[in-house]
């Protein structure tokens, strides 16, 4: 039996859209699909009184320009091509999480977190502002409108707390976040490390079963 892998995600995260991109490969070269799980990123600081590297490297010597030089080394590891740095950031992401579970009930998720990812990183746009928004999600062929509609029920806004809050409950503290199974990991640079505890957890239950 394979580990229950877990993507938490804000689109409002770069490292999220980039570690991303990474995930079709670790699914095909270990046979486990990913599941995605909208959170939202401000919960998870107000909980856990984080902030986003964008308010905690300001004014900091030299942290930010490695950081930007790691970013260029994970982008060419991975033949990321189409990231774009949203000169709108930071971007409120309410609407779009409460959106992308909106879309997992009405059964359109995958287009539409395409679509998000795209104008949030790829043609960057000011996702925050409602015409921009349903104009974006309309170029992309999505109906926004009716996902839009169903993202103001209770229902919906509960389930993003529920996620918000579980992912804080089990530690995590930021965006991206992963677990395999029980084992939480945070950031973009630990795939490799995700990857690892995938193979080592599935071959595991593999011995349990004999």
Not at 18 to 39: C, D, M, N
Not at 53 to 74: C, H, M, V, W
Not at 88 to 115: D, H, I, K, W
Not at 127 to 156: H, L, T
């Amino acid at each position: 039996m394979t580990p229950k892998v877990e993507f938490l995600f804000d689109f409002g995260s770069p490292n999220a859209y980039l570690a991303e991109v990474a995930i079709p490969s670790i699914e095909q070269r270990t046979g486990v699909k990913f599941e995605y799980v909208p959170i939202l990123l401000g919960g998870i600081y107000k909980a856990t009184g984080n902030m986003s590297p964008f308010d905690s490297l300001r004014g900091i010597k030299n942290k930010p320009e490695y950081q930007a030089l790691e970013t260029q080394r994970f982008i060419r590891r991975h033949n990321v091509t189409k990231f774009r740095t949203n000169l709108f950031f930071p971007v409120n992401t309410l609407m779009l999480m409460r959106c992308a579970v909106a879309a997992q009930f009405e059964g359109v998720f995958e287009s539409y977190f395409r679509a998000a990812y795209h104008h949030m990183w790829e043609e960057p746009k000011k996702m925050d502002d409602p015409e921009v928004f349903r104009s974006a999600f309309i170029s992309s062929g999505i109906d926004i409108d009716r996902v839009a509609k169903r993202a103001q029920d209770d229902d919906v806004k509960k389930k993003l707390i529920e996620l918000t809050n579980d992912a804080v409950s089990r530690g995590a503290f930021g965006s991206p976040t992963f677990f395999v199974g029980k084992e939480m990991f945070f950031g973009k640079d630990q795939l490799r490390d995700v990857e690892e505890s995938i193979v080592e957890q599935s071959a595991g239950a593999i011995s349990k079963a004999k």
